[in-house]
C-alpha cells in the first residue's frame, strides 16, 4: 500500500501541473485573442477615419486651424469686452519682442510693389487696392432691403441699366478719388524717347541733359546765333 501511495503522489502532481500549464496557455490564448480583437478594431476605426479625410478638401487642415484661431479670437474679444478692456491692446501686450522683430524683418523684406511688368497687372493692382478701399455701408443696405426686398438682388430678367442713382456722398468719393489720381500721376516722371533726328551736340548723356536745360532757358536768345554759325554767315 505504500509502494501505491507513492506512485499515486507523482501522477497527482504531474496532473496538477498539466493543469495548470494548460490554464495558463489557455489564459494567454484569451489575451491573444483579445488583442487581435482590438487590433481589428482600431484598424476599422483608422480605415473609417482615413476615408473621411481624403474626402475632405485639401486645405481642410488649414481651414480648420484658422476657424479654431478666429474662435479663440472672438472669445478673448468677449473677455476683453467684459472687462472693459481694449482688445488690440491687450493682444499687444501679449507680442513678445521676438516675435514684433521677427514680423518687422519680414515687413521690411516684403515688397508688394514689384513695378510695372504688363497693363493687365497694373490693371489689377489697381483694382485690388480700390476693393481695398470699399467700405460697406449696411445702414444704407438694410434700407434699401426693406424698400425693394426681393428686388434688390437680381437675376438673369432683371432690368439694371437706368435703373440705379448714385448717393451724393457716392459721386463726391468717386471725384476725390479720380482727382488723387491725377495728381499723383502729374508726379510722375517719365522716361522721353530717343530721337534718332534731332542734332547730336552732346558727349554724353549728362551733358545732352545740360544742353536740354541750356536750350530751355536760353534757346530764345541764342536761336539766330546758332543759324548763323550753321550757314556759316556769323561775324
Avoid at 490554464?23 to 494567454?28: C, F, G, Q, V, Y
Avoid at 514684433?100 to 515688397?111: P, S
Avoid at 489697381?126 to 432691403?145: M, S
Avoid at 434688390?152 to 459721386?171: F, I, M, Q, R
Wanted: with cysteine.
Amino acid at each position: 500500500s505504500s509502494s501505491e501511495e507513492e506512485e499515486a503522489g507523482p501522477s497527482a502532481a504531474a496532473a496538477a501541473a498539466a493543469e495548470q500549464r494548460r490554464e495558463e496557455r489557455l489564459r494567454r490564448f484569451r489575451e491573444l485573442h483579445m488583442k487581435r480583437y482590438e487590433a481589428c478594431k482600431l484598424n476599422s476605426q483608422e480605415v473609417v477615419e482615413e476615408d473621411k479625410r481624403l474626402k475632405l478638401p485639401p486645405n481642410w487642415e488649414a481651414k480648420k486651424a484658422r476657424l479654431e484661431w478666429e474662435l479663440k479670437v472672438q472669445e478673448k474679444k468677449k473677455e476683453c469686452a467684459a472687462r472693459g478692456e481694449d482688445y488690440e491692446r491687450v493682444k499687444l501686450l501679449e507680442i513678445s519682442a521676438e516675435d514684433a522683430e521677427r514680423w518687422e524683418r519680414k515687413k521690411k523684406k516684403k515688397n508688394p510693389d514689384l513695378g510695372f511688368s504688363d497693363y493687365a497687372a497694373a490693371q489689377l493692382r489697381q483694382y485690388q487696392r480700390l476693393t481695398r478701399q470699399i467700405k460697406p455701408d449696411l445702414e444704407q443696405y438694410e434700407k434699401l432691403k426693406e424698400q425693394y426686398g426681393e428686388a434688390l438682388y437680381p437675376t438673369s430678367d432683371s432690368l439694371l441699366h437706368g435703373t440705379h442713382v448714385p448717393s451724393k456722398d457716392g459721386v463726391d468719393r468717386m471725384v476725390a478719388d479720380l482727382e488723387k489720381q491725377i495728381e499723383k500721376r502729374e508726379k510722375y516722371s517719365r522716361r522721353r524717347p530717343y530721337n534718332d533726328d534731332a542734332d547730336i551736340d552732346y558727349i554724353n548723356e549728362r551733358n545732352a541733359k545740360f544742353n536740354q536745360k541750356a536750350e530751355r532757358f536760353y534757346g530764345k536768345y541764342t536761336a539766330e546765333i546758332k543759324q548763323n554759325l550753321e550757314r556759316g554767315t556769323a561775324v
